[in-house]
């Protein structure tokens, strides 16, 4: 995780703790870490620069059509993760 997600982990955390107390369920909690845990074993596999990217990627490539400058095609990152095709 990037230190700039510290923050957004933090906020999200304390909202959905707040829900899951009132409503004494944990699915969303549970959803939320697994999501975090994908951003913290990319992060830590790949590297905050690599993270940074793919996220620019993501908010630009929708808009221009463009991947972001060090972006790479997803086919390719799935065969460096060892993803299934």
Same mark, same amino acid.
């Given at each position: 995780?990037?230190?700039?997600?510290?923050?957004?982990?933090?906020?999200?955390?304390?909202?959905?703790?707040?829900?899951?107390?009132?409503?004494?369920?944990?699915?969303?909690?549970?959803?939320?870490?697994?999501?975090?845990?994908?951003?913290?074993?990319?992060?830590?596999?790949?590297? *905050?620069?690599?993270?940074?990217?793919?996220? *620019?990627?993501?908010?630009?490539?929708?808009?221009?059509?463009?991947? *972001?400058?060090? *972006?790479?095609?997803?086919?390719?990152?799935?065969?460096?993760?060892?993803?299934?095709?």
């Amino acid at each position: 995780m990037t230190p700039e997600d510290a923050a957004s982990f933090d906020r999200q955390w304390r909202a959905l703790m707040a829900r899951a107390t009132e409503q004494l369920d944990l699915t969303e909690v549970q959803d939320a870490l697994e999501a975090w845990r994908q951003v913290a074993w990319v992060t830590s596999v790949h590297g *905050a620069e690599t993270y940074r990217t793919t996220l *620019a990627s993501a908010r630009t490539r929708p808009r221009t059509g463009e991947r *972001a400058v060090g *972006a790479v095609p997803w086919a390719q990152l799935k065969a460096e993760l060892g993803l299934p095709e």
